[in-house]
Nanobody, 128 residues
Framework: QVQLLESGGGLVQAGDSLRLSCAASGRTVSNYVMGWFRQPPGKEREFVAG????????LYADSVQGRFTISRDNAKNTVYLQMNSLKPEDTAVYYC?????????????????????WGQGIPVPVSS
């Protein structure tokens, strides 16, 4: 079993930056595809970013491309989401997720059903 714990969230203003962390425990996730998802108030959970250690491949949602960066530190078993130029529409609960199968095709990183481990989520309110 893998446990995922998000941290780093909190109230920010539009234009600010914030870095979320996701610490994994229970197993080494270096070969897992790791993803970030978010659920805005009253809406469905949506893909934000995904990362594979195989070649450092990444995939981003169009809405965050160029503003958010996913990265990982395998020595710390931790994944990060650097969020810059935050907008009020980025307000959501952010979730870390792990795919133990380590899917190869980048296009699949955005599939919510791909991931078999999830964190509890952390709120990120962005005020205007």
């Amino acid at each position: 079993q893998v446990q995922l714990l998000e941290s780093g969230g909190g109230l920010v203003q539009a234009g600010d930056s914030l870095r979320l962390s996701c610490a994994a425990s229970g197993r080494t996730v270096s070969n897992y595809v790791m993803g970030w998802f978010r659920q805005p108030p009253g809406k469905e959970r949506e893909f934000v970013a995904g990362h594979s250690s195989r070649g450092g491949r990444t995939l981003y949602a169009d809405s965050v491309q160029g503003r958010f960066t996913i990265s990982r530190d395998n020595a710390k078993n931790t994944v990060y989401l650097q969020m810059n130029s935050l907008k009020p529409e980025d307000t959501a609960v952010y979730y870390c997720a792990a795919d133990s199968g380590g899917v190869f095709f980048v296009v699949l990183f955005g599939a919510i059903t791909l991931y078999d481990y999830w964190g509890q989520g952390i709120p990120v309110p962005v005020s205007s």
